[in-house]
């Protein structure tokens, strides 16, 4: 489980072929990964992941520059792979990387950990698009369009995943919500870089879902219009 509050970003060094239509992906970060073994979890863009392999210092003999959050931890250099299968690859966005593209990295959350954002399970349910992008004073405004089958769990003032962050939903027009990107946000993370029809991964509330399937195995929730039958 994440929250959504991005901890780092790192610098992908490479995306390379693996087997059985898999890829491996390397990442360059100076965020501390000694608490997360080896089969244990980070998440990439909002994408859970399993870390194959860690490494120290250089890779491939180069070595990525990385943008760092304010808040510095581990303060060294570090590598790690993740192998992406067919699933990830056709779900999200993260076979589209290429080597310098910058992405949000949180690890797991830990029982007694503060709660910062929302519940966030790091599994994509669908590739948005943005749509446009507005500067509100020191703010930004991104409007992104869900696939169809997101929008019954949209709702104003609820919470969305863009590409593992946190963000409160302002406005709904049918598929497409606005959120609101503040300083801090900008300049912690690379939403701030996302343009007219840039692909993003989006992971809708899981209380949302859980509530839909309950309505739906009891026979209260149409999911096609996404509306409460009411009388039964």
């Known amino acids: 489980m994440f929250t959504g509050i991005i901890e780092a970003t790192g610098t992908v060094v490479d995306l390379g072929p693996l087997r059985q239509g898999a890829r491996r992906l390397r990442v360059a970060t100076e965020l501390s990964l000694a608490a997360v073994p080896l089969g244990g979890s980070v998440a990439v863009n909002g994408v859970c992941l399993t870390v194959v392999a860690k490494s120290k210092g250089k890779s491939n003999g180069r070595t990525a520059s990385v943008r760092r959050v304010p ?11 993740a192998d992406l299968g067919p ?10 990387l290429r080597p310098q593209a910058r992405v949000h990295l949180e ?23 943005v749509t446009a992008q507005r500067p509100l004073g020191e703010t930004l405004e991104l409007e992104v369009a869900a696939p169809r089958s997101l929008a ?7 919470s969305i995943t863009i590409d593992g962050v946190s963000l409160t939903i302002n406005r709904i027009r049918g598929r ?46 149409d999911e096609r219009p996404g509306r409460v039958r009411l009388g039964r």
């Open 107 to 129: 690890r797991p959350l830990r029982l007694g950990d503060p709660l910062g954002g929302h519940l966030v399970a790091g599994h994509v349910d669908g590739v948005g698009e």
């Open 176 to 221: 497409t919500f606005s959120v609101t990107l503040i300083p801090h946000t900008l300049a912690v993370t690379a939403l701030g870089s996302l343009r007219e029809k840039s692909p993003v991964n989006l992971e809708a509330d899981l209380l949302a879902k859980h509530v839909a399937r309950l309505l739906t195995s009891r026979g209260l929730w």
């Open 87 to 96: 699933e990830t690859l056709a779900a999200t966005t993260l076979g589209g």
């Open 152 to 158: 019954p769990y949209l709702a104003p003032k609820g």
């Open 71 to 81: 808040a510095r931890e581990g303060g060294r250099l570090c590598h790690f792979d």
